[in-house]
């Protein structure tokens, strides 16, 4: 086995090896603290396994990962996921794992200033959904349904009023 293959493999083992049962009964109640790129293992284990390489940063073709000062966040400000998984292919410890769920722990909120709630007629956050997560009523603001949306930030991008920004839903990671 080629020597980096085994030191990333070592890497993973001491990271995993000490508290592994602790860890995975942490998991099954623990909240994020920050939205995590797509396929973020369960937050506990992700806080223990990032060591802020930075690989996925650098891997990132949308730039919507940041280091900070322990591990890595995504930061959908200024552009969306395009989900194409370069994060955790390149991911060496396992926080970013190909076998844990696509999906961010981020959901649009509708300000009140949109276009649409003053009776201008716009859909152009439902448009850009490719899940059909939004609903759009004349004179109302959008609607989120919450089950379908994936985080991805295609909504927030498209509103050219800046009317939609992205929160963490602070729901339990299993
Ligand atoms: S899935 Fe792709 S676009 Fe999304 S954070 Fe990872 S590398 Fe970036
Ligand atoms: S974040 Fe993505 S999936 Fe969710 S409502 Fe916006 S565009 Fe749709
Ligand atoms: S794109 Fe922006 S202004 Fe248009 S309906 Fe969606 S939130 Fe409102």
Redesign the pocket.
Same mark, same amino acid.
């Given at each position: 086995m080629p020597e980096s293959i085994d030191n990333q493999r070592r890497g993973f083992l001491s990271r995993v090896a000490k508290p592994v049962q602790q860890l995975k009964a942490e998991a099954e109640v623990h909240q994020r603290t920050m939205p995590r790129p797509p396929r973020a293992v369960a937050e506990p284990l992700f806080e223990h396994l990032c060591d802020n390489c930075g690989e996925c940063v650098f891997a990132c073709p949308n730039s919507v990962i940041e280091k900070q000062e322990a591990n890595v966040k995504i930061n959908l400000d200024y552009n969306a996921c395009s989900f194409c998984d370069a994060c955790a292919q390149v991911c060496p410890t396992g926080a970013l794992h190909m076998t844990t769920e696509q999906h961010i722990d981020l959901i649009p909120r509708?300000?009140e200033?949109? &276009? &649409?709630?003053f009776g201008l007629d716009? !859909?152009?956050?439902?448009s850009a959904c490719g899940k059909g997560a939004?609903s759009?009523e004349d004179g109302e603001?959008?609607e989120l349904g919450a089950d379908k949306c994936n985080g991805c930030g295609e909504?927030r991008r498209?509103?050219?009023?800046g009317? !939609?920004s992205m929160e963490l839903v602070r729901v339990a990671t299993v």
């Open positions: 509708f300000a200033a949109c &276009n &649409n709630h716009c !859909v152009e956050c439902q939004i759009i603001l959008p909504c498209a509103c050219y009023i009317a !939609v």
